[in-house]
């Protein structure tokens, strides 16, 4: 089968705190009732907590492609609180990010070695098309489920790598893929960095971190709480606010899954907010929602569009 290996993208493409390894699968479910609230697209989540960040995560990088046609791996890492690749800073428009979906318990062993073929090694533009098969796998095993994000080099898949481009988003390799691509797995729960080294910038967004006391979530630490450098917070509400108007600074207009995403990725614990305070601070901070590429993307009220920085 030819090979017309100039279809796959260029650059720009494409997150706690507990130790990897084996866990109960998720169970999946439709959610109709979320794509109704504003999750249209998403087609499984699991019932209970585990796979929820790693969900969110691979979907909002999904609605991010949709929405600017390309994503910046780098920012996307740093909303989920996980440094970036240096190994993607340096290819720059050369980087070309591939999903693997998978089991936990696989993850752990191709993050020591790698990718091994078989009969090929397939990967995917789309996280969406991994999340299928982490979902496939991690019942097929009755384990936990993984997605493994590589960052390949264009000019190496372009020349010296065999593989077929199956569909316009699917990739069969014929060779095995090195571990050092890996920069980072989907695990349930959590998003981990893997690369062999972080870049500098951007830097990680921070967790927050909140305790119960006399029925009422609190900043774990003294408040004002530092959110960023010109930016802190004294009570959750605030600090949910302030986390949506940086997304949106940084994006210019996000779906909802980005925010909700990246505000879940850093957040500790997770239930410390309803689905609907999520909802309810997205309604009071932005003006009404416009529809991207089949999207509903919402930005900060007052016309605060700003270009995407990914």
């Not at 440094?83 to 993050?111: C, F, K, M, N, Q």
Request: proline letters at 5%.
């Amino acid at each position: 089968m030819a090979k017309p290996k100039q279809g796959i993208e260029r650059g720009g493409q494409a997150g706690a705190h507990e130790q990897p390894g084996p866990a109960r699968p998720p169970q999946w479910r439709r959610n109709r009732k979320l794509a109704r609230g504003g999750f249209k697209g998403l087609e499984y989540m699991p019932r209970q907590r585990a796979g929820w960040n790693a969900t969110l995560a691979a979907y909002a990088f999904s609605a991010r492609r949709a929405i600017a046609g390309k994503v910046g791996l780098d920012l996307w890492a740093a909303m989920h609180g996980c440094p970036a690749s240096a190994r993607y800073a340096e290819l720059g428009e050369d980087a070309v990010v591939l999903w693997h979906g998978t089991s936990d318990v696989r993850a752990e062993r191709i993050r020591q070695v790698g990718l091994r073929r078989k009969r090929g090694v397939w990967a995917t533009l789309e996280p969406k098309i991994a999340h299928g098969y982490t979902r496939g796998r991690a019942v097929q095993y009755g384990t936990g489920s993984a997605t493994v994000v590589l960052v390949l080099d264009r000019r190496e898949v372009g020349t010296g790598l065999d593989y077929d481009q199956e569909t316009p988003e699917v990739v069969r390799f014929h060779h095995d893929l090195p571990a050092e691509w890996i920069e980072y797995v989907l695990w349930d729960g959590r998003v981990e960095f893997t690369g062999l080294r972080r870049a500098r910038k951007p830097s990680p967004w921070g967790v927050a971190r909140f305790k119960k006391k006399e029925g009422e979530w609190v900043p774990l630490s003294q408040p004002p709480v530092r959110l960023d450098r010109d930016r802190s917070y004294s009570d959750l509400g605030e600090w949910l606010d302030l986390s949506i108007e940086r997304i949106l600074t940084f994006l210019g207009s996000a779906a909802a899954i980005e925010i909700f995403s990246s505000v879940y990725s850093t957040l500790d614990p997770w239930d410390a907010l309803r689905h609907r305070d999520v909802f309810d601070a997205i309604e009071r901070l932005c003006g009404e929602p416009r529809r991207r590429r089949k999207l509903k993307v919402f930005s900060l009220r007052g016309g605060n569009d700003r270009r995407s920085r990914v």
